[in-house]
């Protein structure tokens, strides 16, 4: 049996889009971002990274500041016999805290890594070290996975006693995503592309694959 | 040619789910939820639609106040010949502007039957209308469309010249929501579920089949 916790950091390491909360001035910006979970990370609970360029506005104003980052994935939708029973089911977990600016050389070298292996695992040992100039264009947050949760829906609709009978379809339909068949650059030396049965915990599922339902 | 308006309008028509960022106190809070666009709707622009428990306490917060209502669909993996070149396909909508609380009763419930249809085309036409309790306890917020920008990134990576001899693999995984066989509640008086296949546009394609990739 998992404990929550297992389950939020299971979420987390199989999903690739988080979307970042910050306010700026006094509205609030919300982008969709990579990032990567370190369950080893020196923050406490472990450490959420997001990285960004130095260019860009959001960032300064995200250091220090109390930040929101929300990781969603839509598992189906849930169709009731009244339309206030509808709902979707999904893992959404929300992670709040206060940014810090990576520094030390050696863990942003490995979130960077990490961000890019949850897109592909083990992708980032094939690729050559980042260049300084990188390095110094690129900005590396972390937030603490301390105070994290998960929220899961899941399963069929309830409805009311008094609309069991009612002459409409009710179920729910499971909602996946699926890899595609990768589509190598025209420019790409090597022309075999990667398995992409590797990213079926990315998120997405390989091309073509039924997905499994229940 | 489609207007980058256009383009917005018919992401917002197809796609599920929006993360919603209100401010609490002067922490973000970021939370999924379902939505739907109504250009003909009476705020500037048209009208961007969400609902909630009248119980939640974020809604009160919103009310009146500032909020960035961001739809994300993740449509591919860019794996480039460096790491600081990876980066995701994707469609983001981003809206921002003031909450307001639509009180008109049939502007109320034209909300409500557009965030179900937004999850199955025509499925509200089939339903019973909501009770009053059932409205009561339903809060429906409104946030203008005027202030909208849709930002797109496609195709394969965009890799330095000085890494296109480089060993591994380049190129780009498209990623695609498919919707699975729907599964019938035990207790659903209809057993024949509905043609997954007008879930095409709802973010989901039907279950089993190749996505188109390119």
């Known amino acids: 049996m998992l404990s929550e916790r297992d389950r939020l950091h299971a979420f987390l390491a199989e999903s690739v889009v988080a979307h970042l909360g910050v306010v700026v001035g006094d509205r609030p910006v ?26 860009a ?8 500041a109390p930040v929101c980052v929300t990781v969603t994935e839509l598992d189906g939708l849930v169709l009731a016999r009244s339309g206030f029973h509808h709902s979707m089911n999904y893992r959404s977990a929300v992670v709040i805290g206060t940014v810090r600016r990576v520094e030390d050389s050696s863990e942003r070298r490995r979130a960077l890594d990490l961000i890019i292996d949850q897109m592909m695992p083990g992708r980032a040992a094939t690729l050559r070290p980042p260049t300084k100039k990188e390095l110094a264009a690129t900005a590396v947050l972390a937030v603490p996975l301390r105070e994290a949760s998960l929220k899961v829906r899941e399963g069929g609709p309830v409805d009311d006693e008094q609309d069991l009978d009612a002459p409409v379809w009710a179920g729910h339909i499971p909602i996946r995503r699926v890899a595609g068949p990768p589509i190598t650059a025209p420019d790409s030396r090597i022309r075999s592309a990667p398995h992409t049965s590797s990213l079926a915990a990315r998120g997405g599922r390989p091309g073509g694959e039924r997905p499994e339902d229940g």
């Open 30 to 55: 919300v982008l969709p971002m990579a990032f990567a979970a370190d369950l080893a990370g020196p923050d406490p609970g472990g450490s959420l990274y997001l990285h960004g360029s130095v260019a």
């Open 57 to 64: 506005g959001w960032l300064d104003r995200a250091l220090g």
